[in-house]
Structures are given as structure tokens and as C-alpha cells.
């Protein structure tokens, strides 16, 4: 993945997150072996009060199911907006690496980094190139999952934070 210095400036100051290649910002990271974060499996409920979407407008409503399968995690998130459009975005939810992303035109890979028990960072990337970046903390109590997302482009700035609830193990 390659990526200008200039946006690895401007990511990396404005969000405080690993870039994927780039190595920078933590001395020590989770290896891909550690189990994801405790009490992440299950399906997260947006709570759209809880949330705030910059520019906006925020989704209608949004669901996330994080599933246990023979190879690991998979997430699927189920979006549908205001206009009656919905998304269905299916990937694998496995760390250190590019793992493809389907169900949207928006981008096509997703690298996951451990940050620490609660915290996961990825960068969003299309056709190689850093399309986003989210921060996932899930609280120590379970209960609460919230997701950050970052996007700096030029007339595209996005700034969401997006508080989950779990209503299903």
C-alpha cells in the first residue's frame, strides 16, 4: 500500500492510528495470534442518539454481527440510509494483513491492527490506497462497542463516531 508522505502527516497527526504499513505509533503491537477482543462476538445495535456523523447525514440505521467461524472472525455490517439504500458489507476480521472487503464500491480491503484487549485499529484501503481510518474500543463491560471513522480528502473530510449496543450474543 502506498501512500504519500504528506497523507501519512495528516492521518497520523489528525487520528493518532497505525497506518497499516507504516509501523508508526506504538512500540509493541498485539500479534494476529491473540483472540479478538473480549465479548466482541455477537450483534451491535447503532444507537443513532449515542452517535455523530460529520458531515451527515447518519445511516437510517446500521447493524454489526461479529461471528466465530473455523477460520478465525468474520464481520458483516447491514446499513441502510435515508434515501432506501442498504449495504451489506461481508470481510474477515483477521489482524496484520490486507483481507478483502465485499458488499461495497467505497473500498476494497481492510487491514486490522490489535492495539491492545479492548482496542482495534484498521485502515480502510481501495484498489491499494487509503480510502479510511476506524478505531474500534469495545467497553470493559461489553456492553458498549464505539467505532471512529477518519477519511481526510480534499472536499471529502468524514468524521463519524458511531456508539454500539450489543442486543445479541
Known amino acids: 500500500m502506498r501512500t504519500s508522505p504528506r497523507r501519512l502527516v495528516l492521518l497520523s497527526a489528525g487520528l493518532v492510528l497505525v497506518l497499516g504499513s507504516s509501523g508508526a505509533g506504538f512500540s509493541a503491537q ?46 458483516r455490517i447491514e446499513r441502510h440510509y435515508a434515501d432506501g439504500r442498504r449495504e451489506v458489507i461481508d470481510y474477515r476480521a483477521d489482524a496484520n494483513h490486507d483481507t478483502p472487503v ?53 472536499g471529502d473530510m468524514v468524521s463519524n463516531v458511531a456508539v454500539y449496543s450489543k442486543v445479541a450474543r
Open 102 to 154: 465485499s458488499g461495497t464500491q467505497a473500498y476494497d480491503a481492510i487491514r486490522f491492527t490489535r492495539v491492545d484487549r479492548y482496542t482495534t485499529e484498521a485502515v480502510l484501503s481501495h484498489a491499494g490506497r487509503v480510502w479510511g481510518t476506524a478505531r474500534r474500543v469495545l467497553a470493559e463491560d461489553g456492553a458498549t462497542l464505539t467505532i471512529t471513522f477518519r477519511r481526510f480528502e480534499p
Open 30 to 75: 498485539v500479534p494476529s495470534t491473540v483472540s479478538i477482543e473480549p465479548g466482541l462476538l455477537g450483534t451491535w445495535q447503532l444507537d443513532l442518539a449515542k452517535s455523530r456523523y460529520v458531515p451527515g447525514p447518519p445511516p437510517r440505521g446500521e447493524t454489526r454481527t461479529y461471528a466465530r467461524d473455523a477460520d478465525g472472525v468474520t464481520g
